[in-house]
């Protein structure tokens, strides 16, 4: 099993029992104490937010299944791309030509 995929399955198996947790000892019309709502409320966000980040890392091979971290180049594009990036950092160093304004002519 791929290390990202165990890392799922360690988020899941944390993030589960907070969820459930959190969800069955939700009471609508208050709780005893100020502490205890601030604590049930955290507790069930950060499982809800564990569980779908665990979710997404177990189904997904890329970094949150949103872009693709590593681009797939060839030897060959690559030596194009960094010249073409300093192609692009020389002429940001050369100074800027000044043009002229051009003159405005009133009618007559």
């Given at each position: 099993?791929?290390?990202?995929?165990?890392?799922?399955l360690k988020l899941l198996a944390i993030a589960t029992p907070m969820l459930a947790y959190g969800a069955l000892t939700f009471e609508i019309g208050g709780a005893a104490s100020t502490a205890?709502?601030?604590?049930?409320?955290?507790?069930?966000?950060?499982?809800?937010?564990?569980?779908?980040?665990?979710?997404?890392?177990?189904?997904?091979?890329?970094?949150?299944?949103?872009?693709?971290?590593?681009?797939?180049?060839?030897?060959?594009?690559?030596?194009?791309?960094?010249?073409?990036?300093?192609?692009?950092?020389?002429?940001?160093?050369?100074?800027?030509?000044?043009?002229?304004?051009?003159?405005?002519?009133?009618?007559?």
């Amino acid at each position: 099993m791929k290390e990202r995929r165990k890392d799922a399955l360690k988020l899941l198996a944390i993030a589960t029992p907070m969820l459930a947790y959190g969800a069955l000892t939700f009471e609508i019309g208050g709780a005893a104490s100020t502490a205890e709502a601030i604590t049930k409320s955290v507790v069930t966000t950060l499982g809800l937010f564990g569980t779908v980040g665990g979710l997404l890392m177990f189904f997904t091979k890329n970094s949150l299944g949103l872009i693709e971290t590593k681009p797939d180049l060839s030897p060959e594009e690559l030596k194009n791309l960094n010249e073409a990036w300093d192609t692009a950092e020389k002429w940001m160093e050369e100074e800027p030509v000044q043009e002229e304004e051009p003159k405005l002519k009133m009618p007559s």
